[in-house]
């Protein structure tokens, strides 16, 4: 019986990733019911979708990133086809798009474009960046390639650093959860 508490206590102190990312993941439920992601019908009904398993996470994260730098409308609707194809966590994909947010896309897309003007050697450096709609609609035209370019070239890297760190987290939490799950039972027999 003191194994039990110990053990009881133990996991309650130190939750798996599974845990961990479950608290913080949108409800599956919503999810289907979502009226702009009702229409993938079926596939929503998929059981692989809604697993929290090191590859379905890993891939979600990928998924997620990759797509949270796309400057384009409704990022949540192909993060939730991607994470169909790809087969990753549809929760987290979705969820992750949610980084590049009305705060954070300005100071995002803005390095994304710089890296894709430094990229493609476009001489858009020298135009003069202004908050306005008017300034975007007639940047428009020249900003368009270098922005997409630099996004797309953002995106994949840090979808592929996400992708190993996350499969490297999740293993050295487990290896280190059975450590101190090997150690505590140590400690406990007589």
Not at 45 to 51: C, G, R, T, Y
Not at 168 to 173: A, K, N, S, T
Request: overall charge positive; glycine content about 6%; charged content about 15%.
């Amino acid at each position: 019986m003191h194994n039990t508490s110990v053990f009881g206590h133990y996991y309650n102190a130190t939750p798996m990733p599974r845990k961990l990312i479950k608290k913080y993941m949108p409800d599956e439920r919503t999810l289907r019911e979502h009226k702009h992601l009702s229409w993938l019908g079926r596939h929503l009904h998929d059981p692989n979708l809604w697993h929290l398993t090191r590859r379905s996470v890993a891939r979600a994260f990928a998924v997620g990133l990759f797509c949270a730098f796309l400057p384009i409308p409704a990022q949540m609707i192909v993060a939730a086809v991607m994470a169909v194809i790809f087969r990753s966590n549809l929760p987290i994909s979705v969820g992750l798009v949610w980084l590049t947010n009305p705060l954070t896309m300005p100071p995002i897309f803005y390095c994304t474009y710089l890296v894709g003007d430094f990229l493609l050697g476009s001489p858009g450096g020298d135009i003069e960046f202004e908050l306005s709609m008017a300034w975007l609609s007639e940047s428009l035209s020249l900003i368009w390639w270098p922005l997409l370019f630099g996004s797309v070239i953002c995106g994949v890297i840090f979808s592929i650093l996400a992708y190993f760190s996350i499969n490297r987290f999740w293993v050295w939490h487990v290896n280190r959860s059975w450590k101190k799950r090997k150690d505590k039972s140590r400690n406990v027999q007589p």
